[in-house]
Antibody, heavy 122, light 111 residues
Framework: QLQLQESGPGLVKPSETLSLTCTVS??????????WGWVRQPPGKGLEWIES???????YYNPSLKSRVSISVDTSKNQFSLKLSSVTAADTAVYYC??????????????WGQGTLVTVSS | QSALTQPPSVSGSPGQSVTISCTGT?????????VSWYQQPPGTAPKLVIY???NRPSGVPDRFSGSKSGNTASLTISGLQAEDDIDHCC???????????FGGGTKLTVL
C-alpha cells in the first residue's frame, strides 16, 4: 500500500527557508505518469496547491509562489523535497505531500501524507 | 490561479440528500472532465471520493455521486450519515503550468 510521510521542522523563523521532505513507501517514486506534489492548508482555510514534480525533474507550479519555491526529487531515496524561502506568518499551514496524475491522466490527488504543521514565528 | 468557488456551508438531515456545488471557469471546470472531490475530517488529510467528475475510487460507497454542467461541478451525497458531517473540497485540472486548482471547501452539517 502506497504511503507518504512528511518530515521537517515544525517551527521556522520569519525570513528563513522552510524545508520539508516526503518519503514514499510501498511504491516507487519513478512510477510512470504520476507526479508528486505539495499542498498546504492554512489554519481554518482551504487547500492550496504549491508545486509538483515528476521523477525526471519536470515540474508544475503555482505562479503565486513560484518565486519562493524550489522542489526536487531523489529517486535513490524515494523522496521529494520542498523549499520555501523568505517565509512570513502567512506561510503558517499544514503542509501535505500527495500523488497525482500528470496532464494526460489527471484524476486528482489520490494518495496523501498525514500532513505536518509548520509555524512561522520568531 | 483563482480558487474554485464553493458554498461555505450546507446542511441536511440524516437520510436526506445534499448537493455541494463547485464553480470554476471555462479555463478549468468548463474545459475538462477532470474534477475531483475530497472529504476531510478535522485534523486529517483529504480523502479522494470522486475523480473525473463522476467516478468513485474503490471503497467509496455509491452514496457519493458527481456531475458537471458548464463551469459548475456538483457532489451529491445521498442517505446522509453522521460521518458525513465534515469538510468537502473540489479540485479541477487547469491545463496550464498550474495543472490544478482547489475550491475553498464546504462544511457539511448533518442536522
Amino acid at each position: 500500500q502506497l504511503q507518504l510521510q512528511e518530515s521537517g521542522p515544525g517551527l521556522v523563523k520569519p525570513s528563513e527557508t522552510l524545508s520539508l521532505t516526503c518519503t514514499v513507501s510501498g511504491g516507487s517514486i519513478t512510477s510512470s505518469d504520476y507526479y508528486w506534489g505539495w499542498v498546504r492548508q492554512p489554519p481554518g482555510k482551504g487547500l492550496e496547491w504549491i508545486e509538483s514534480i515528476y521523477y525526471s525533474g519536470s515540474t508544475y507550479y503555482n505562479p503565486s509562489l513560484k518565486s519562493r519555491v524550489s522542489i526536487s526529487v531523489d529517486t535513490s531515496k524515494n523522496q521529494f523535497s520542498l523549499k520555501l524561502s523568505s517565509v512570513t506568518a502567512a506561510d503558517t499551514a499544514v503542509y501535505y505531500c500527495a500523488r497525482h496524475g500528470g496532464p494526460y491522466n489527471w484524476s486528482g490527488f489520490d494518495h496523501w501524507g498525514q500532513g505536518t504543521l509548520v509555524t512561522v514565528s520568531s | 490561479q483563482s480558487a474554485l468557488t464553493q458554498p461555505p456551508s450546507v446542511s441536511g438531515s440524516p437520510g436526506q440528500s445534499v448537493t455541494i456545488s463547485c464553480t470554476g471557469t471555462s479555463s478549468d471546470v468548463g474545459s475538462y472532465n477532470r474534477v475531483s472531490w475530497y472529504q476531510q475530517p478535522p485534523g486529517t488529510a483529504p480523502k479522494l471520493v470522486i475523480y473525473e467528475v463522476s467516478n468513485r475510487p474503490s471503497g467509496v460507497p455509491d452514496r457519493f455521486s458527481g456531475s458537471k454542467s458548464g463551469n459548475t461541478a456538483s457532489l451529491t451525497i445521498s442517505g446522509l450519515q453522521a460521518e458525513d458531517d465534515i469538510d468537502h473540497c473540489c479540485s479541477s485540472y487547469t491545463g496550464s503550468t498550474t495543472l490544478g486548482v482547489f475550491g475553498g471547501g464546504t462544511k457539511l452539517t448533518v442536522l
